[in-house]
């Protein structure tokens, strides 16, 4: 089996080229040690790991799976040692606050590592990215005093992190959680279940931060009744040392599709007198905090859905390369598949997806950082405002084109691909999550239009447009481009023409929003694909003709972005056309004729 190989060169093109890393570095003072050397440094030592530490696991893991004896959740052999070479390398903390013990680094420079490491092994990977979504919420709305007794020990990896939201009967609608949190003095008794909670017992820590959404006495009905609470698996004393368990037990694992390394669990909470709670936020008001955590944890499932299929790609490469059936186009000789138009077709789709939505993500993830610190408050808002439009498309679309990229290896491989042992179908299994968790697509769509582009009345998806169109008309100068910028300009009109529909239907028709939600999510990460893409040759171009930079790389991306605009960009005036046929067909059955 092919090992994965972190793909360092296209990582560093986007970052510097496209996501705008080195403007971020020039303008925010405190990313102003973000050098393309220090930031070529760490893609380096990020790619060691994921190459030599975390992917030699990810088959072990996927085989072994995990178990529940004795009360006690058992992982698969090397994660302990994984896990602390993570967990000592710093990388847990990378974008925590230096105060804490973090490294105050950017999320332009934590999202290639998050992708990588999804790549290597995303059940492993899903234990890290939980402990970055989760420093972000307790920096911003914990009190001091729980800041300093945990925040330090879960930048440096040392205790683990749990997001404990879905109950048997609230999934997608947390109104509906029934935990309850009983005031005992300064702190909370908790009661309830949680179920699907990734990576919610183990021994890789010798503590577990478990974050509980839960209703206090009182609560107004709806999610605003919902606030969020810290449970310690070991509670904690003033001296800082580990006291007595705390009453939160796992009491089964499930039985999955994919994802078999990672413990998914049934919590039992306050089963025996109450699990000790810590309120983080305001009483009533956890719903906000969890989302600060869940927006981080979004962009990282996308990253998951990219790094999936960067892996597969590279993986249905090797094969096309080995594999030899049928006879070369003039028929004189027997060749590896790789040769025939129909395999390179699917090599160039896996290949062009997920270099697009490679790009989309890292940019949303430059702008999460000017929104967090560029100087000027209009900046930060028009920074916030783009990441926010862009967050659920990363999540959506990146899923989206994990189920595709994968399904593509598989097929690549023929009747191998079909087989457990070649190892593909494990990523077609482990990506299946990524459209699911943290949000279904469906809830993610919904988002979209209705607070991202229907709040603002589509002033985000303007601005955003409008700066493709200044790329637009740079293509139109250039001779060779011109094709990729007229393809680029009519996928621009039709998407502005969508959101306008939107815009006008929404209110005159209740279910038009919800009916082409899915379709305009896909829209927006094909157009802003393709948009990368087509900034991607530009780049490309001006450097090959300066006699610049890697020539076969950016050839390579030139071909990549010139096969995007030819065979993917124009599946936008298909997701256009359902958009435009809005509500109609979808709801014209009567429930009981399905
Ligand atoms: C492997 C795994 C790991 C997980 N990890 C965690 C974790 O760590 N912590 C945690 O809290 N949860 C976790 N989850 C739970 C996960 O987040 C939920 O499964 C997910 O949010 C969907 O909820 P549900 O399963 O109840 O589906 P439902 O909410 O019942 O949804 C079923 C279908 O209906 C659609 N739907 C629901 N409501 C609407 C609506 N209003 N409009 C349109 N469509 C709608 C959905 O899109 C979906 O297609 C995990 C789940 C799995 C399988």
């Known amino acids: 089996m092919p090992e994965y190989r972190a793909p360092v060169d296209d990582i560093r093109f986007v970052l510097n080229e496209l996501a705008g890393l080195p403007q971020l570095a020039a303008a925010v003072p405190q990313y102003s040690a973000t050098t393309p050397d220090v930031v070529d440094s760490i893609l380096g030592e990020a790619a060691r790991l994921a190459n030599e530490v975390i992917s030699p696991l990810n088959r072990r893991g996927d085989v072994t799976g995990v178990e529940l004896r004795d009360g006690k959740v058992r992982v698969p052999d090397g994660f302990a040692d994984a896990y602390r070479a993570v967990a000592e390398g710093g ?46 919420a307790l920096e911003a709305y914990a009190t001091p005093e729980l800041r300093a007794q945990y925040l330090p020990h ?47 017992d183990h021994e890789l820590t010798p503590n577990i931060v478990h974050l509980v ?33 705390n009453d939160i037990h796992p009491v089964s694992l499930e039985h999955k599709l994919g994802l078999h390394a990672a413990p998914t669990c049934v919590l039992a909470l306050g089963d025996h007198g109450g699990a000790e709670g810590f309120l983080v936020g305001k009483l009533h008001e956890g719903l906000a905090c969890m989302f600060t955590m869940m927006n981080c944890m979004r962009l990282g499932v996308g990253l998951q859905g990219i790094g999936i299929a960067d892996r597969a790609y590279q993986h249905a490469v090797a094969y096309a390369r080995e594999r ?16 025939h138009p129909d395999v390179r077709r ?44 862009l967050t659920p498309v990363v999540k959506g679309w990146g899923s989206e084109l994990a189920q595709e990229v994968t399904a593509l290896c598989v097929q690549t491989h023929g009747g191998s691909g079909y087989i457990e042992e070649t190892g593909v179908a494990q990523y077609l299994r482990d990506a299946r999550i990524t459209t699911i968790y943290e ?119 030139l071909a990549t972005a010139r096969f995007y605009s030819d065979h993917i960009l124009p599946r936008a005036q298909t997701y256009a056309s359902a958009v435009q046929a809005g509500s109609g067909s979808i709801m014209e059955l009567e429930e009981d004729q399905f």
């Open 324 to 339: 030899v059936q049928g006879r070369s186009a003039d028929g004189k000789e027997r060749v590896a598949i790789i040769r």
């Open 213 to 245: 959404l839960a209703k206090a006495p009182n609560a107004p009905p709806g999610v605003r009744g919902i606030s969020l609470f810290l449970v310690p698996k070991y509670l904690v004393g003033a001296d800082g040392k580990l006291g007595a368990r």
């Open 91 to 136: 990388w847990v903390g990378l974008r925590g606050e230096p105060e804490f013990g973090g490294q105050g680094l950017p999320h332009a420079v934590s999202a290639p590592t998050s992708e990588m490491w999804a790549a290597a092994n995303v059940a492993f990977a899903t234990c890290p990215e939980l402990s970055s979504g989760a420093i972000e």
């Open 439 to 557: 949000g279904t697509n469906g809830i993610q769509a919904l988002d979209l239009v209705g607070r991202k582009i229907l709040r603002d009345g589509g002033g985000a998806l303007e601005d955003l447009l409008s700066e493709m169109r200044t790329d637009e008309k740079a293509l139109e100068t250039d001779a060779t481009l011109e094709p990729m910028g007229r393809a680029l300009g009519a996928a621009i009109r039709v998407t502005g023409e969508c959101g306008r529909l939107l815009l006008h239907n929404a209110a005159k028709d209740q279910n038009f929003a919800g009916a082409v939600a899915f379709n305009f999510l896909m829209l927006i990460g094909i157009v802003t694909g393709g948009w990368q893409m087509a900034r991607a040759a530009l780049v490309a171009t001006r450097k090959l003709k300066a006699k610049q930079g890697d020539a076969p790389f950016l050839r390579a991306k």
């Open 154 to 200: 879960v930048l440096s990896g040392e205790w683990a992190v749990t997001m404990c939201l879905t109950e048997p009967q609230a999934g997608s609608d947390l109104a509906l959680i029934q935990t309850r949190a009983e005031p005992r003095g300064d702190r909370f008794r908790l009661f309830g279940r949680k179920i699907f909670i990734t990576w919610g």
């Open 346 to 389: 699917m090599l160039l789709t896996m290949r062009a997806l997920t270099e697009a939505c490679r790009a989309v993500a890292y940019a949303a993830a430059v702008n999460l950082d000017f929104a967090r610190h560029a100087e000027d408050p209009e900046e930060r808002r028009r920074q916030l405002a783009r990441a926010e439009l």
